[in-house]
Structures are given as C-alpha cells and as structure tokens.
C-alpha cells in the first residue's frame, strides 16, 4: 500500500464525487429516509462498485504503458467535459426539487443501494478509478482511497448536504471537479510524452 496513492485516489475521487448525481441521490434519500439508513444502502453499493472498478482497472494494467496512459488521458479529459456540462446544467436548473417515496428500515437500505448501484455504473468515480489502478498498478490502494473518498462523499450528503448546498453552488462544485480531472489529464499527458 502507498499512502501516496492512496491520497491522491481519495482527492481525484472525492474532488469528482462530491458533485455528481449520487451525492444529490443521497442526498434526497437522507431527506425522506434515516440517514444511517441511507448511508449504509449507499455504501454497500460503492464498496460493490468500487470492487468492480479495480478489477476492471487491474486488468487493463496488464495493456501496453502508453496504452493505458493514453486511455487515462483521454477519460480524464472527458470527465472533464462531464462535469462541465453537469456544472451548466444544475447552474441552469438550480432550485427544483427531486421526489422521492416514504419507505423506512430495510426496504430504505435496499432503495438506497439500488439507486445508487444504478446510478454508479459507468460513472465517472468508476471510470476514475479504473483509470488509475491502471495508472499506478496498485489495486489495493487505489481501493482504499476511492471507497474512502465515495463513503465520505456520502456521509457528507446523508449529514450536511442541504447545509453544504446553501455555502458552495453544485456547478462550483462541477467546475472544481472539472479543474482536477484537466490536471489529471495533463499530468498523464506528461507522463505519457516524456
């Protein structure tokens, strides 16, 4: 393990995650359903997803360097033009609400893992992740600090997300994502030419 990657996995990630859908999902759910209820529905998701993300990653580790760097570049690059778009539309559609049902107990924890087990595939904290296991051979720690990162992202949105919302606009939050997955994308670009 490498505490190195494992930080930068959890910054790349949470930095990413912290304005994607899943949060606004959580943090719809939170408002209907017990928070710890949610929190661990969401979880589990992200822990299976995380899972798959790894593998995915450890095997495209096994392609040509500058293959995988290359196609590292190029998903960071879109991420970035992913979240740029988000960032525009929520600035455009900033204020409506999202419904959701009244469930509670298990059955809360199974819609929550549902909508965000759903919601995660092909997601950009997936293609992130696979990116870098791809990037830096290391599973383990990129594991650790995309699942880290995911169950923080949550837990903020389960306890403080309407709070967050009225301090730091969502499309900020998409722009700033947008930035770091464009140094990302420029840092694998180095990487990959020189």
Known sequence: MDPVVIGLTF????????????FLATLVLATKYRPILVWIGVSLAFLVQTTVA???????????DDVVHAAAGLMFLAGAVILIREGRNHQANEGEE???????GLQAVLASFLVLFAAEWGDLSQLLTISLVA???DP??????????????????????????RFV?????????????????????????F
Request: glycine content about 8%; overall charge neutral.
């Open 11 to 22: 910054l790349a990630i949470f930095v990413v995650e912290l304005p994607d859908k899943t």
């Open 54 to 64: 790894v593998a995915l990653g450890h095997a495209v580790s096994f392609l040509p």
């Open 98 to 104: 999202i419904e959701t049902r009244n469930v509670h």
């Open 135 to 137: 990037k830096y051979e």
């Open 140 to 165: 383990v720690s990129v594991f650790l600090g995309a699942l880290g990162a995911l169950l923080v992202v949550s837990g903020l949105a389960v306890v403080a997300g309407r709070q967050l919302q």
């Open 169 to 193: 606009k969502l499309h900020v939050l998409h722009y700033i994502g947008a930035t770091v997955c464009l140094v990302l994308a420029g840092v694998t670009a180095y990487d990959l030419l």
